[in-house]
Nanobody, 127 residues
Framework: QVQLVESGGGLVQSGGSLTLSCVASGRTFSTYAMGWFRQAPGKEREFVAAISSSGDNTYYAHSVKGRFTISRDNAKNTLYLQMNSLKSEDTAVYYC????????????????????WGQGTQVTVSI
């Protein structure tokens, strides 16, 4: 069983920055492929960013590429999402997710492949 706990959400003005964190339980975090997803009110959950368990490979949704950066610190069992130049359309609940079965260099972009999810953290970007 893996537990994921997100933090770092909040209210920020358009153009501002936030860094989300996701702390994972378990002693094998370094073997988990990780991802960030988000869900805005009335919309379906969408992929934001993913990182391989090795940390060598990342992938971003077109809407956030160049503004968001996903990273991980395997020594701290922590996943990060640095969000810059935030826009009102980034307002959503952000979730981290873990896939325990992906090969070390593979990024996972489909929600259905992730086995564990956090409870989410709210990000609100004001105009």
């Amino acid at each position: 069983q893996v537990q994921l706990v997100e933090s770092g959400g909040g209210l920020v003005q358009s153009g501002g920055s936030l860094t989300l964190s996701c702390v994972a339980s378990g002693r094998t975090f370094s073997t988990y492929a990780m991802g960030w997803f988000r869900q805005a009110p009335g919309k379906e959950r969408e992929f934001v960013a993913a990182i391989s368990s090795s940390g060598d490979n990342t992938y971003y949704a077109h809407s956030v590429k160049g503004r968001f950066t996903i990273s991980r610190d395997n020594a701290k069992n922590t996943l990060y999402l640095q969000m810059n130049s935030l826009k009102s359309e980034d307002t959503a609940v952000y979730y981290c997710a873990a896939d325990l079965g992906a090969p070390r260099t593979i990024v996972v972009v489909t929600a259905e492949q992730y086995e564990y999810w956090g409870q989410g953290t709210q990000v609100t970007v004001s105009i």
